[in-house]
């Protein structure tokens, strides 16, 4: 029961710190994100919401100054990937950005090998990711409901694996690469339509700064 009880306050404050900011730009909630939240919040917070991009990108919140500045070199390059590649879903949140493939862009059905036009759209992604060296990326495996949840645990991993593969072998390095794969468990939409199932067989890229992006904000924030 207590732990039920802090999960819904941590949750609480997690959503008034949204609304609270709901005036600020983008920059400035990175900044205002890791005052209130740092790690172990956004942790609950990805678990109790089902967002895992969410909780994955709060949990690397800095905050503070050189949050906003990371902030802002996250919102040049939000906007550098929605112009480059204008089938992925692009949002900025606190400090991080996250990238969203639905598999009818990467993959078949029940499928995990790359189609043609999956490595069309990752080439375009590469060139952004490229340009942007300092930072890590986290690839994440989601499923439809059919099937059993252990299968589609396996195929989110294989998912996730094959478009980090095909990152490597395109030049990001692979200390910058982390893969999961939630299978089932994290729907973004509604399983019982096709068109939601469609929807949560995704891969989503969750970008954060680096060490070396934070130690340099560090110095910038610190030098104005």
């Known amino acids: 029961m207590k732990k039920l009880q802090m ?34 919040m956004g942790a609950v917070i990805g ?19 050189t949050g906003a500045v990371i902030g802002n070199k996250m919102d040049k390059q939000a906007k550098e990937i929605e112009k480059t590649v ?22 078949g059905f029940d499928k995990s090998s790359l189609s043609t036009e999956a490595k069309a759209n990752l080439d375009k992604l590469v060139i952004v990711l490229n340009s942007y060296p300092d930072t890590d990326i ?11 949840e252990a299968y589609n645990k396996k195929l989110s991993v294989r998912r996730a694996s094959a478009v980090s593969d095909y990152l490597r ?6 200390s910058r690469i982390a893969i999961i794969g939630y299978g089932e ?25 680096n060490e070396k992006m934070k130690a340099e904000a560090e110095k910038e924030a610190a030098a104005k």
């Open 169 to 174: 072998n395109s030049g990001i390095a692979t």
């Open 7 to 40: 999960s819904m306050i941590v949750v609480a404050c997690a959503a008034m710190l949204f609304s609270g900011c709901a005036s600020l730009n983008k920059t400035q909630k990175g900044g205002a994100v890791g005052v209130v939240a740092g790690g172990a």
């Open 47 to 65: 678990k109790a919401t089902g967002n895992t991009a969410l909780g994955a990108i709060i949990g690397a919140t800095v905050g503070g100054a």
């Open 185 to 209: 468990t994290v729907p973004k939409y509604n399983n019982n339509t096709d068109d939601g199932q469609i929807q949560n067989r995704r891969v989503e890229f969750l970008i954060t700064a």
């Open 86 to 107: 204008p089938d992925a879903k692009v949002e900025r949140v606190g400090e991080g950005i996250v990238v969203e493939f639905s598999s009818a862009v990467l993959f």
């Open 138 to 148: 986290q690839v994440q495996g989601h499923t439809d409901s059919k099937g059993s």
